[in-house]
Protein backbone atom coordinates (compact mmCIF):
# COMPACT_ATOMS: atom_id res chain seq x y z
CA UNK A 1 0.00 0.00 0.00
CA UNK A 2 1.01 3.73 -0.84
CA UNK A 3 2.47 5.79 2.23
CA UNK A 4 3.03 9.45 2.60
CA UNK A 5 5.89 10.29 5.15
CA UNK A 6 6.46 14.53 6.18
CA UNK A 7 9.56 14.22 8.50
CA UNK A 8 9.08 17.54 9.83
CA UNK A 9 6.29 17.67 12.53
CA UNK A 10 6.74 21.08 13.96
CA UNK A 11 8.33 23.61 11.90
CA UNK A 12 8.58 27.24 13.54
CA UNK A 13 10.05 30.20 11.34
CA UNK A 14 11.12 33.98 11.98
CA UNK A 15 8.57 35.87 8.98
CA UNK A 16 10.28 36.78 5.73
CA UNK A 17 12.13 33.12 6.26
CA UNK A 18 12.13 30.88 3.54
CA UNK A 19 9.85 28.02 3.93
CA UNK A 20 10.73 24.08 2.24
CA UNK A 21 8.61 21.27 3.91
CA UNK A 22 9.46 17.84 3.17
CA UNK A 23 6.87 15.17 1.35
CA UNK A 24 8.02 11.69 0.09
CA UNK A 25 5.62 9.00 -0.99
CA UNK A 26 6.26 5.75 -1.89
CA UNK A 27 4.34 4.00 -4.87
CA UNK A 28 5.97 2.92 -7.96
CA UNK A 29 3.41 4.24 -10.68
CA UNK A 30 2.02 7.18 -11.75
CA UNK A 31 0.75 9.46 -8.45
CA UNK A 32 -1.47 12.59 -8.34
CA UNK A 33 -0.05 15.16 -5.60
CA UNK A 34 -1.74 17.33 -3.26
CA UNK A 35 -0.65 19.88 -0.43
CA UNK A 36 -3.20 20.87 1.46
CA UNK A 37 -3.36 23.31 4.70
CA UNK A 38 -5.44 23.77 7.34
CA UNK A 39 -5.57 27.21 9.06
CA UNK A 40 -6.95 26.96 12.51
CA UNK A 41 -10.43 26.47 13.35
CA UNK A 42 -10.77 26.15 9.59
CA UNK A 43 -11.07 23.15 7.12
CA UNK A 44 -8.42 21.56 4.47
CA UNK A 45 -7.94 24.17 1.74
CA UNK A 46 -6.30 23.26 -1.47
CA UNK A 47 -2.63 25.01 -1.80
CA UNK A 48 -1.83 23.31 -4.54
CA UNK A 49 -1.49 20.26 -6.80
CA UNK A 50 0.37 17.87 -9.56
CA UNK A 51 -1.28 15.60 -12.29
CA UNK A 52 1.27 15.99 -15.37
CA UNK A 53 3.44 18.08 -17.14
CA UNK A 54 6.00 20.82 -15.57
CA UNK A 55 7.03 18.99 -12.25
CA UNK A 56 7.23 22.85 -10.65
CA UNK A 57 3.86 23.63 -9.55
CA UNK A 58 2.69 27.03 -7.91
CA UNK A 59 -0.28 27.43 -5.83
CA UNK A 60 -2.02 29.85 -4.13
CA UNK A 61 -0.33 32.91 -1.62
CA UNK A 62 2.90 32.33 -3.09
CA UNK A 63 3.35 28.42 -2.47
CA UNK A 64 5.26 26.21 -4.78
CA UNK A 65 6.04 22.43 -5.23
CA UNK A 66 8.48 20.54 -6.54
CA UNK A 67 7.75 16.99 -8.18
CA UNK A 68 11.08 15.04 -8.04
CA UNK A 69 10.00 11.65 -9.60
CA UNK A 70 13.50 10.32 -8.91
CA UNK A 71 13.11 11.13 -5.40
CA UNK A 72 9.72 10.40 -5.23
CA UNK A 73 9.20 13.65 -3.33
CA UNK A 74 6.82 16.37 -3.76
CA UNK A 75 8.38 19.68 -1.51
CA UNK A 76 6.66 22.51 -0.36
CA UNK A 77 8.51 25.90 -0.80
CA UNK A 78 7.72 29.86 0.02
CA UNK A 79 10.62 32.08 -0.36
CA UNK A 80 9.19 34.41 2.39
CA UNK A 81 6.90 33.20 4.79
CA UNK A 82 4.23 35.93 6.64
CA UNK A 83 2.39 34.93 9.90
CA UNK A 84 -0.73 34.26 8.05
CA UNK A 85 0.79 31.19 7.21
CA UNK A 86 0.65 29.63 10.47
CA UNK A 87 -0.91 26.32 9.76
CA UNK A 88 -0.69 22.95 9.68
CA UNK A 89 0.02 21.45 6.05
CA UNK A 90 -0.53 17.97 4.57
CA UNK A 91 0.70 16.66 1.98
CA UNK A 92 -1.72 13.99 0.12
CA UNK A 93 -1.28 11.41 -2.71
CA UNK A 94 -3.95 9.81 -4.92
CA UNK A 95 -3.03 6.65 -6.64
CA UNK A 96 -6.65 4.55 -6.69
CA UNK A 97 -7.36 2.79 -10.30
CA UNK A 98 -10.80 3.15 -9.44
CA UNK A 99 -13.02 6.22 -10.49
CA UNK A 100 -12.87 7.63 -7.25
CA UNK A 101 -9.74 8.78 -5.73
CA UNK A 102 -8.84 8.16 -2.73
CA UNK A 103 -6.12 10.24 -0.82
CA UNK A 104 -3.32 9.26 1.25
CA UNK A 105 -2.35 11.87 3.43
CA UNK A 106 1.24 12.08 5.48
CA UNK A 107 0.86 13.24 8.99
CA UNK A 108 1.05 16.52 8.62
CA UNK A 109 3.23 19.63 9.83
CA UNK A 110 2.59 22.60 11.81
CA UNK A 111 3.96 25.69 10.81
CA UNK A 112 4.47 28.23 12.92
CA UNK A 113 5.56 31.61 11.76
CA UNK A 114 6.54 34.31 14.57
CA UNK A 115 6.10 37.72 14.08
CA UNK B 1 -18.13 30.37 -2.85
CA UNK B 2 -19.72 27.05 -2.67
CA UNK B 3 -18.22 24.95 0.21
CA UNK B 4 -18.84 21.35 2.27
CA UNK B 5 -20.94 21.64 5.36
CA UNK B 6 -21.05 18.80 7.96
CA UNK B 7 -23.39 18.94 11.10
CA UNK B 8 -22.82 18.63 13.98
CA UNK B 9 -19.64 20.52 14.45
CA UNK B 10 -18.93 18.12 17.81
CA UNK B 11 -21.24 15.03 18.53
CA UNK B 12 -20.76 13.59 22.24
CA UNK B 13 -22.01 9.68 22.31
CA UNK B 14 -22.19 6.94 25.16
CA UNK B 15 -20.38 3.45 23.73
CA UNK B 16 -22.54 1.05 22.26
CA UNK B 17 -24.72 4.19 20.38
CA UNK B 18 -25.93 5.09 16.70
CA UNK B 19 -24.07 8.08 15.51
CA UNK B 20 -24.92 9.50 12.39
CA UNK B 21 -22.69 12.61 10.92
CA UNK B 22 -24.36 14.72 7.68
CA UNK B 23 -22.55 16.28 5.59
CA UNK B 24 -24.08 18.24 2.71
CA UNK B 25 -21.60 18.27 -0.41
CA UNK B 26 -20.84 21.23 -3.13
CA UNK B 27 -24.44 20.88 -5.25
CA UNK B 28 -22.98 19.60 -8.53
CA UNK B 29 -20.55 17.63 -7.35
CA UNK B 30 -21.00 13.28 -7.86
CA UNK B 31 -18.01 12.38 -5.84
CA UNK B 32 -18.20 11.74 -2.36
CA UNK B 33 -15.97 11.04 0.18
CA UNK B 34 -15.54 10.00 4.27
CA UNK B 35 -12.50 10.49 6.13
CA UNK B 36 -11.06 10.62 10.29
CA UNK B 37 -8.19 11.60 12.06
CA UNK B 38 -7.93 10.80 15.30
CA UNK B 39 -5.91 13.17 17.69
CA UNK B 40 -2.50 12.81 16.86
CA UNK B 41 -2.91 10.53 13.55
CA UNK B 42 -3.33 11.29 9.86
CA UNK B 43 -6.32 11.84 8.02
CA UNK B 44 -7.47 8.27 7.05
CA UNK B 45 -9.40 7.95 4.13
CA UNK B 46 -12.62 5.92 5.07
CA UNK B 47 -14.80 5.76 2.10
CA UNK B 48 -15.91 6.89 -1.68
CA UNK B 49 -19.19 7.25 -3.13
CA UNK B 50 -20.08 7.60 -6.82
CA UNK B 51 -23.48 6.79 -8.22
CA UNK B 52 -25.58 5.65 -5.28
CA UNK B 53 -22.89 3.00 -4.20
CA UNK B 54 -19.32 2.91 -2.58
CA UNK B 55 -16.48 2.57 -4.87
CA UNK B 56 -13.94 2.19 -2.53
CA UNK B 57 -13.56 1.32 1.05
CA UNK B 58 -10.58 1.37 3.02
CA UNK B 59 -10.41 -1.72 6.22
CA UNK B 60 -11.16 0.81 8.53
CA UNK B 61 -14.58 0.96 7.09
CA UNK B 62 -16.26 -2.49 8.66
CA UNK B 63 -19.75 -3.79 9.12
CA UNK B 64 -20.03 -1.04 11.92
CA UNK B 65 -20.13 2.01 9.50
CA UNK B 66 -22.74 2.58 6.56
CA UNK B 67 -23.44 5.52 4.13
CA UNK B 68 -26.22 7.30 2.27
CA UNK B 69 -26.96 9.67 0.56
CA UNK B 70 -30.62 9.67 1.27
CA UNK B 71 -32.11 12.55 -0.67
CA UNK B 72 -30.13 14.24 -3.39
CA UNK B 73 -28.34 16.43 -0.67
CA UNK B 74 -26.99 14.97 2.17
CA UNK B 75 -24.13 12.76 2.36
CA UNK B 76 -24.42 11.24 5.91
CA UNK B 77 -21.96 8.44 7.51
CA UNK B 78 -23.40 5.33 10.33
CA UNK B 79 -21.73 4.39 13.23
CA UNK B 80 -24.22 1.70 14.31
CA UNK B 81 -22.21 0.91 17.77
CA UNK B 82 -19.34 3.34 18.74
CA UNK B 83 -16.85 2.45 20.47
CA UNK B 84 -13.89 4.72 21.95
CA UNK B 85 -11.42 4.45 19.12
CA UNK B 86 -14.32 5.79 17.02
CA UNK B 87 -13.30 9.04 18.78
CA UNK B 88 -12.22 11.19 16.15
CA UNK B 89 -12.32 14.46 13.99
CA UNK B 90 -14.90 12.51 10.58
CA UNK B 91 -13.83 15.05 7.29
CA UNK B 92 -16.87 15.11 4.45
CA UNK B 93 -15.62 15.74 0.58
CA UNK B 94 -16.65 16.13 -2.72
CA UNK B 95 -15.38 16.37 -5.71
CA UNK B 96 -16.83 17.14 -8.97
CA UNK B 97 -14.98 14.57 -11.26
CA UNK B 98 -13.58 11.43 -11.28
CA UNK B 99 -9.72 10.56 -11.98
CA UNK B 100 -7.32 13.48 -10.95
CA UNK B 101 -9.03 16.31 -8.89
CA UNK B 102 -9.59 17.92 -6.45
CA UNK B 103 -11.64 16.90 -3.17
CA UNK B 104 -12.68 19.92 -1.54
CA UNK B 105 -13.25 19.25 2.64
CA UNK B 106 -16.06 19.81 5.06
CA UNK B 107 -14.89 21.46 8.54
CA UNK B 108 -15.14 18.17 10.35
CA UNK B 109 -17.20 16.49 13.03
CA UNK B 110 -15.77 15.94 15.90
CA UNK B 111 -17.01 12.62 17.65
CA UNK B 112 -16.17 11.84 20.96
CA UNK B 113 -17.35 8.46 22.50
CA UNK B 114 -17.47 8.10 26.23
Known amino acids: AQSVSQHNHHVILSEAASLELGCNYS??????LFWYVQYPGQHLQLLLKYFSGDPLVKGIKGFEAEFIKSKFSFNLRKPSVQWSDTAEYFC?????????????FGSGTQLTVLP | EPEVTQTPSHQVTQMGQEVILRCVPI?????FYWYRQILGQKVEFLVS????????KSEIFDDQFSVERPDGSNFTLKIRSTKLEDSAMYFC????????????FGPGTRLTVL
Open chain 2, 27 to 31: SNHLY
Open chain 1, 27 to 32: YGGTVN
Open chain 2, 49 to 56: FYNNEISE
Open chain 2, 93 to 104: ASGRLAGPNEQF
Open chain 1, 92 to 104: AVAISSGSARQLT
